[in-house]
């Protein structure tokens, strides 16, 4: 009994169940210098083979001799692996002579090659450390990640080291681990054979624990008697009872259930005629184990790997074929849990189970209902393949469950005679977890029932470890029925009682925190935690939330256990879990001690702890959205047409009233949209998360540092990686630090940072730093459901469902796309050259104003005003829109769209489009600058033109409303690409402001006579000119020099008329000498209008003409035709004046001219110069005695209207005039010419003085000229062809003077009565210039 006397801690398996007697242990051991998180990575690649199909592992199997496996399913059978740790492995297992299963036969050593420095010393300390297992029949050594180096070295050669193939793709490997397990199966497969082959009763042990007093609680005279008792009959019977009994063990482990129930029929019956109670009970147990198997196995219940290379030899293929299948796996690169086949659940140590292991499946009328089912396919890591819903449902219809019962009724019935409390509590639980399994919560109450026949046993079992594991493996059956309370208590309990029997305190604390671990799923694999993995900390969130005062006093608990065992790391924690899930059950002050027992903590905590891996201390964090980038940088489609302008009517209509409706629905189906549409950032630029943080805690905290956790999931063609082999790059953080008062209500806050490589990344929660280096994860709070979900919750006494679509929309909402680099493009309006850039302070692009897009984007989205151009009106201003590249990747295509809009949606579309700007953009510039490099920048010159006159009610800023127009440049831009690609849409919006300018008033005409020098002997001959005179009023704040030019323009476009500088607010009339030009330009529109109307016309006819029409409205539709002919002409031009304003010479600013000013003031006369050669030309002269002579008169005295005066311009022309006596007579000659028909002119000659007053001596009254002759009513009939008709009068003029004599134009008609006025035709007119007569006084 050398077991017995060294010492036994325990003889109760943690979580037994009825199957893991066909459950290999197979010791996973780390070789080499590999960091754990490596060692995890490739045990993952082995553990999830728990379960190997015996028709697979016979392709390895090598059968030397006859099976000793009669019966054994090579078809359907399975062969199943348990993996621990060393730590777990290495510790005794003192029944292991009773239960084979609970021995170690087999090791395997994870050596990570690229970590290891000397492969030769790892494999030999691999074989040191397997002598601790002496009973182990297979031992294997599998390598991992090999170097260059060691593969050309040679080094992979060593003895018993077995390399998995360097550069192969993660599903090589997983293949390859596959195909491997196999192989070590058919090993494991071939020692068993070989052990029950030559087994002998010798082999067995008649002294050990389980023959103990102190193990069956036997009293000093049953062991006087037993050592006493030497039949050597019964000795020998007892043997081969054993015998059997581990036969049928190994039968079991070999995946044979029919050839172990033979053994353990024989076994039963040889130990119940020698009374070996203990052995008996454990073939009882052995039959109910091995029927159940083979119930599930002919049944159906063990789920096909669908993935398997066995199923498929493809996938092999596939995986050999490299890169098609996935990203290489480099030597040293890690392989994430999830590429090998493990679901949802990140690389953290937990272990996977293979392929597609679970399948779902429905429920019968016992279990519960479907969605359980289907939730229990996402278990967490198992060590063991027996359990989810089709093995259950398999078991279920079977009919095995009585069977099961009655074996189990009788083995218990065999301990009870033996009196061994600890295998009784082991037989009790073991049908508790298969009841559990069989019908869930609807087993709560026999599952009770067994638990607290179990807790009876506990005071009478003789080592202290067993009573403790006694309750803690009570209360994982309670919660795989759901008894989630009775759990908790019971755990509670475990921990007293570890305090009180005075257990280590680390095995205390074990115990405590297992308290607050979520208990088992009744349909998920038994055995929650593989050995190896991360230990499961005090903070799991998924602990139960019932009866929060409980669980807080297991944190303090925990609390104290981690003090006195001076585990700083399970302090901070468990401090940190009341701080933040408990604070409504502490008070302040107790809040304040647990905030210094985490700095104590803190200060204490070894470097390597100080990274703690899950949740801590508050501050909550609730995620509530990533930010999208700005308007400027959101992706657009290259090509899409750009969007309306807000406020634009969609129709012809004034009114609308389903306008809004529509609205509400279009924002509605956007919002539904983009809620679907995954979010999307770009690499390389800032990107933004809100994230509400809260406090609930009575304690202040100072959070050194906070930032995003993020998670690389891969790019979008390419499996996601793990955490290990996540690129340090793939995100750049923003730091913050917060100081988060007591009792802080939820505040928003912004997190930033930048993506660094393209793919999918996952937002998990915030990486904070406080308390003195310590860090933590904490991950995002639970969102909160709108409250109509919470009441119909509540109400039906459920909501797993519905927490689990949170859940998922969480997911769903934390998950990002984040593309490759794209140009961010920036656009400025400014200046074209230097002139327009010095204009009067007021006019152009203000300073300050001229504001960029934010980071290349619209105007609208900057924090400063839109650019606005003010300009006067009539003005043209040219531009340059620059274009430049603020990115890091060229600009490959690029498309401008300009456009001129009201800013005003009310009103017609003819009054908003009554003020609009002219625009000009010359595209061209664009697409000669593509592409345009990182920091390069191009112009693209843009014209514009404001109307001549404000809109009605005055100036933009004057009358306070919205300037009447904007300008919207649209750039579509993208990088380089084939094909429909994404770009963005870079928008500028510039407001235009006309201002006031000059105001055009009345016009007139004046005639200035001029002599012909040719004329001699006293004859004058006048010559007139004709000026324009139109009024203009400066309306604006800047001095203007305002005159009249040809709208043609030239070099002599502006050399008739005088330039006047006009004050703010001043008028004056601008004078323009009408000129050749000016005059044929008429003719030619009045000819061209004649030519529209009745064909073959000759009234007018213009010189070298030989068929021309007249205007066919008359005199007025002549004048009307003149009139536009002449404002289409002419133009009033402005420029702000130098010194006004200090301002330089601007482009000229242009106003047209009133048509209805100038028909008014176009007289007979003028208009008759103005049509051409189709009038009745003549000539008026004059002629006088001996002493008359010609001579020039001074122009000032004549023409004080036309001349400003201001400047020193004169008209330029010179007054002939006859000189005569006063009272002399003086001969006037009126001569005439027909034009191209007969006409019958008729005409009066009228006198009078120049300067519009009579003289002194005709003020009283008296006559101051005398006629001689017809002056009244002339008429004459003029025939084409013929000399001129004249006709003389005599004039003497009483007074001195300068007098006027003028030919009126009274009348003409054709003497044709087909061109008589009624027929369509207009009147000929009469042009005959004046003459000018100067009387001086007589000689003393």
């Not at 029950?196 to 007093?213: E, K």
């Not at 490299?322 to 679901?343: H, I, W, Y």
């Not at 999931?713 to 390419?718: R, S």
Request: charged share 20%; hydrophobic share 45%.
């Amino acid at each position: 009994m050398a077991s017995a006397k060294g010492g036994v801690r325990r003889s109760v398996e943690p979580n037994i169940t009825l199957f893991s007697p066909a459950e290999i242990r197979v010791a996973m051991i780390p070789v080499g210098e590999a960091p754990d998180a490596e060692f995890q990575r490739c045990a993952s690649l082995i553990t999830r083979h728990k379960q190997v199909k015996l028709s697979h592992v016979r392709t390895f199997h090598h059968e030397a001799h006859k099976t000793p496996f009669k019966h054994i399913p090579w078809k359907s059978g399975n062969m199943n692996f348990k993996f621990l740790g060393e730590e777990a492995a290495l510790a005794p297992s003192p029944l292991s002579t009773l239960h084979a299963h609970r021995a170690v036969l087999g090791v395997i050593g994870i050596l990570h090659c690229g970590h290891t420095r000397d492969l030769a010393k790892a494999c030999r300390a691999f074989q040191q450390r397997c002598h601790a297992f002496k009973g182990a029949f297979t031992v294997r050594l599998f390598g991992f990640d090999p170097t260059d180096a060691q593969v050309g070295g040679g080094l992979l050669a060593l003895p018993g080291l077995d390399t998995f193939p360097p550069g192969a793709t993660a599903e090589h490997l997983q293949h390859h681990a596959e195909v491997v397990m196999h192989d070590y199966a058919a090993c494991m497969l071939g020692e068993l054979e070989r052990w029950m082959l030559s087994a002998s009763p010798a082999m067995l042990d008649l002294g050990s624990l389980v023959d103990a007093p102190e193990f069956t609680g036997a009293g000093p005279l049953e062991a006087v008697q037993t050592r006493l008792y030497s039949d050597e009959e019964v000795k020998t019977k007892k043997r081969y009872g054993r015998l059997q009994k581990a036969m049928g063990d190994h039968c079991l482990l070999a995946g044979s259930p029919r050839d172990a129930l033979d053994h353990f029929n024989v076994a039963a019956d040889l130990c119940r005629v020698v009374g070996d109670w203990v052995f008996q009970a454990g073939a009882l147990e052995g039959q109910a184990s091995a029927k159940a198997l083979e119930a599930a196995m002919d049944a159906g219940g063990y789920t096909v790997n669908q993935a398997s290379v066995f199923t498929d030899d493809k996938q092999w293929r596939r995986g050999r074929d490299g890169q098609a299948s996935g990203t290489a796996f480099e030597a040293g690169t890690p392989v994430s849990s999830r590429d090998l086949g493990s679901g949802d659940r990140q690389a953290s140590g937990e272990v996977v189970t293979s392929g597609p292991e679970v399948e779902q499946s429905g429920s019968n009328g016992t279990a519960p209902q479907a969605a359980d089912d289907a939730l229990s396919q996402a278990g967490t890591g198992t060590s063991t393949a027996f359990g989810g819903p089709k093995f259950w449902k398999a078991l279920r219809s079977s009919g095995v469950e009585g069977e099961v019962r009655a074996h189990m009724a009788e083995a218990k019935a065999a301990l009870r005679r033996k009196g061994v409390l600890p295998l009784q509590a082991e037989a009790d639980l073991k049908l508790a977890r298969f009841l559990a399994g069989l019908h869930g919560e609807a087993a709560r109450a026999e599952v009770s029932d067994l638990v607290t026949g179990v807790l009876s046993l506990v005071e009478g079992m003789p080592l202290p470890e067993d009573r403790m594991l006694a309750f803690v493996e009570g209360a994982g059956a309670l919660g795989l029925v759901g008894s989630l309370r009775k759990r908790m208590l019971l755990l509670w309990q475990a921990v007293e009682l570890s305090k009180y029997l005075g257990f280590p305190n680390l095995r205390s604390l074990e115990v405590a925190r297992k308290a607050l671990e979520p208990p088992d799923r009744h349909m998920d694999p038994v055995g929650l935690e593989e050995p190896w993995s991360t230990p499961r900390s005090a903070l799991h969130r998924e602990s139960p939330s019932l009866w929060p005062q409980v669980r807080a006093g297991c944190l303090e608990a925990i609390l104290g256990l981690a003090i006195y065992a001076k585990q700083h790391a399970e302090v901070w924690e468990a401090a940190a879990v009341l701080l933040r899930d408990h604070p409504a059950e502490l008070s302040p002050h107790r809040q304040q001690s647990l905030l210094e027992n985490m700095l104590a903590a803190a200060a204490q905590m070894a470097p390597a702890e100080r990274a703690r891996p899950g949740p801590g201390p508050p501050p909550l964090l609730r995620f509530l959205a990533a930010r999208p980038m700005a308007p400027a940088l959101q992706l657009v489609a290259l090509g899409a047409p750009a969007p309306a302008s807000p406020g634009t009517p969609g129709g012809p209509f004034l009114y609308d009233p389903f306008a809004a409706r529509r609205g509400v629905a279009a924002a509605a189906g956007a919002a539904a949209a983009a809620g679907h549409a995954p979010l999307e950032w770009v690499v390389g630029e800032p990107a933004a998360v809100e994230v509400e943080v809260s406090n609930p805690s009575a304690v202040s905290l100072r959070i050194d540092r906070m930032v995003l956790e993020v998670e690389y999931l891969g790019t979008h063609d390419a499996r996601p990686v793990s955490p290990a082999a996540q690129p340090t790059s793939a995100w750049r953080n923003k730091p913050v630090s917060l100081n988060i008062p007591p009792a802080t209500k939820p505040v928003r806050i912004q997190l930033e940072g930048t993506p660094q490589l393209p793919g999918t990344i996952a937002i998990t929660g915030c990486k904070l730093s406080a308390f003195g280096g310590v860090t933590w994860v904490q991950a995002w709070e639970a969102p909160i459901p709108p409250l109509g979900q919470t009441v119909a919750v509540h109400g039906r006494g459920g909501g797993g469902h519905d927490a689990r679509a949170a859940q998922l929309s969480l997911l769903s909402a934390t998950r990002v796309h984040v593309l490759p680099a794209l140009p961010t493009l920036e656009l400025t309006l400014e200046h074209s050259d230097a002139a327009s850039a010095r204009l009067p302070e007021g006019l152009g692009l203000q300073p300050g104003a001229v504001a960029a897009a934010a980071a290349g984007g619209s105007a609208a989205a900057a924090s400063e005003p839109w650019p606005c151009l003010r300009l006067l009106g009539g003005q043209r201003a040219s531009l340059l829109l620059r274009v430049r590249n603020r990115g890091r990747v060229p600009a490959a295509r690029a498309a401008l769209e300009a456009t001129c809009a009201s800013a005003s949606a009310s009103g017609t579309a003819a009054a908003r489009s009554e003020g609009l700007a002219q625009l000009e953009v010359e595209v061209g510039a664009l697409a000669a600058g593509l592409p345009l490099a990182p920091g390069a920048e191009l112009t693209v010159p843009v014209h514009v033109a404001v109307p001549a006159h404000a809109p009605r009610g005055g100036d933009a800023e004057a009358s306070g409303g919205a300037p009447p127009c904007e300008l919207r440049f649209a750039l579509d831009y993208g990088g380089a690409g084939a094909g429909p690609a994404l770009g963005r849409r870079c928008v500028l919006v510039a407001d235009v402001a006309p201002l006031r300018s000059v105001a055009v008033g009345r016009a007139r005409f004046c005639a200035v006579p001029g002599v012909d020098a040719a004329a001699g002997g006293g004859t004058a001959t006048a010559q007139t000119t004709f000026i324009l005179l139109v009024a203009a009023t400066n309306r604006s704040a800047w001095h203007l020099d305002v005159r009249l030019a040809r709208v043609s323009g030239g070099p002599d476009a502006g050399r008739c008329s005088a330039r006047v500088t006009l004050a703010p607010g001043e008028s004056a009339e601008v004078a323009h000498a009408l000129a050749i030009a000016d005059e044929a330009a008429v003719a030619s529109a009045v000819l061209a209008r004649g030519e529209a109307g009745s064909a073959g016309s000759t009234i007018m006819r213009r010189p070298g003409a030989t068929a021309a029409t007249v205007p066919e409205d008359g005199l007025e539709a002549l004048r009307s035709v003149a009139a536009h002919a002449l404002a289409s002409a002419l133009e009033l031009h402005f420029t702000p004046a130098e010194g006004g304003d200090g301002g330089a010479a601007a482009q000229d600013g242009r106003v047209p001219l009133p048509e209805r000013e100038l028909r008014v003031s176009l007289a007979r006369s003028v208009l008759a110069r103005l049509a051409g050669g189709g009038a009745v030309k003549g000539t008026l002269s004059a002629t006088g005695g001996a002493g008359a002579h010609a001579c020039d008169l001074p122009p000032d005295a004549l023409l004080e209207m036309v001349s400003s005066g201001r400047d020193g311009s004169s008209p330029g022309h010179s007054l002939a005039a006859l000189v005569c006596g006063v009272g002399e007579s003086v001969r006037l000659t009126l001569s005439l010419r027909a034009p191209v028909t007969s006409v019958r002119a008729r005409a009066a000659l009228t006198c009078g003085a120049v300067d519009g007053a009579w003289p002194a001596e005709a003020a009283g009254g008296g006559a101051a000229a005398f006629w001689t002759g017809q002056v009244e009513d002339i008429r004459l009939l003029l025939s084409p062809g013929k000399e001129p008709l004249t006709h003389s009068v005599s004039l003497r003029l009483a007074a001195p003077g300068r007098y006027r004599i003028g030919v009126e134009d009274l009348g003409c008609s054709w003497e044709d009565p087909d061109q008589a006025a009624d027929g369509g035709r207009a009147p000929p007119l009469l042009d005959v210039e004046p003459c000018y007569i100067h009387v001086t006084p007589a000689s003393p």
